[in-house]
């Protein structure tokens, strides 16, 4: 079973075949028929990121068939349907304890201490090997909570990899910021994860939805899934953008701030661009890449502002991206840009680095 290995930062992932895996009770083996190259991998690739073991296999987002099921009782999705040979699923990224103080008492998964994610926390030395998407199969722990995808029919499974993740961590940067009916919202950054939080904005009943970033086809996409002023930062200063966001709300500024851009520094301007009492998430930032100074009284106190951090997600986040894919099927099929096969992960990868790619996905068997 071939997989592309990272064997070293910063070079060639190398397609490495692995013995077919012994399945343990309520293990999955699934073939992989669809792996987003999320940003994230990215950073890993270049070393950014210090939970990358290595040699591992890459690849956090993923949608596959079910190959084999493994003994014991039978295996069924989160819904209580049955999940056999041949069920198309999608599956959360993390394992977690369940058992932890942020698991049993907070309800906060995501913060769980043990938590760990297919393609970024085990590396491929050991048996069952396939622990990442950038492979023709992967092996799902028994613990892994999946989503059966029987009843989608022939839906292009490149359009769903991207809710386990920037679907599903933009549905948790929502909840955490509580917007709510005629809300106005700024969202710095329409990639994935971006194009995400715009979308649920305007399912959560914004008024104005005020998308920024500087690819126009992003601000096209942003603007199918609701985004009703789009800022071009190739074409705007950050002072035009203040302006434009003040006129949209009477001069008060948005209830709502997202950072989904990956940098800290748009959050200098973000702060700026929320209202007294509103709320600012910062929710694209997935590596440590560095600090910036706040104007603590001005921009948080003074304006009594909640500055909020997003970080991954829970199942739940996963069920709520599905469900605004199933309302915007082709905006979400129109967002996957660039498609690669297995041995062309590399490419990819250089791909995203380059931001030449909205959504690159990679498809074993293309």
Not at 301 to 310: F, N, P, S, T
Request: hydrophobic share 40%; aromatic share 6%; with cysteine.
């Amino acid at each position: 079973m071939k997989a592309a290995v990272l064997t070293s930062f910063k070079a060639p992932l190398e397609i490495q075949e692995f013995p077919r895996p012994k399945l343990g009770p309520g293990e999955l083996l699934v073939r992989i028929t669809a792996a987003g190259v999320c940003g994230s991998d990215v950073h890993m690739w270049l070393g950014e990121d210090p939970r990358t073991p290595l040699p591992m296999i890459l690849g956090h987002e993923g949608v596959g068939v079910v190959e084999e099921v493994g003994p014991g009782d039978q295996k069924k999705d989160i819904y209580g349907r049955a999940i056999r040979e041949g069920t198309p699923i999608i599956w959360d990224r993390a394992i977690v304890c369940g058992s932890c103080y942020f698991c049993a008492i907070k309800r906060l998964p995501n913060l769980c201490p043990f938590r760990w994610v297919y393609g970024i926390h085990k590396g491929c030395s050991q048996p069952p090997h396939l622990n990442g998407c950038y492979a023709e199969y992967i092996v799902l722990v028994r613990e892994t909570k999946v989503i059966s995808l029987a009843d989608w029919g022939e839906t292009d499974h490149a359009a769903l990899v991207s809710a386990g993740c920037s679907g599903a961590t933009a549905a948790n940067a929502v909840e955490l910021a509580d917007i709510r009916i005629g809300d106005n919202v700024v969202v710095q950054g329409v990639g994935p994860l971006g194009l995400y939080l715009v979308a649920y904005a305007r399912a959560r009943g914004a008024n104005h939805v005020i998308a920024i970033d500087g690819v126009p086809a992003r601000l096209q996409l942003a603007s199918r899934l609701g985004a009703d002023i789009v800022l071009d930062l190739g074409k705007t200063s950050a002072e035009d953008r203040k302006d434009a966001v003040l006129s949209a709300t009477y001069g008060i500024g948005a209830d709502a701030g997202f950072e989904a851009v990956g940098r800290p520094e748009p959050i200098l301007e973000g702060l700026q661009l929320v209202r007294r009492g509103g709320t600012y998430v910062s929710v694209g930032t997935a590596v440590p890449m560095g600090t910036i100074p706040i104007d603590a009284y001005h921009h948080i106190v003074l304006k009594q502002l909640r500055l909020q951090g997003a970080w991954t997600n829970d199942t739940r986040h996963i069920a709520e991206a599905l469900s605004v894919i199933q309302q915007h099927p082709d905006v979400f099929s129109s967002l996957v840009t660039h498609r690669f096969a297995l041995d062309q992960a590399n490419e990819a990868l250089a791909a995203m680095e380059r931001r030449e790619a909205i959504k690159a996905v990679i498809e074993p068997t293309r």
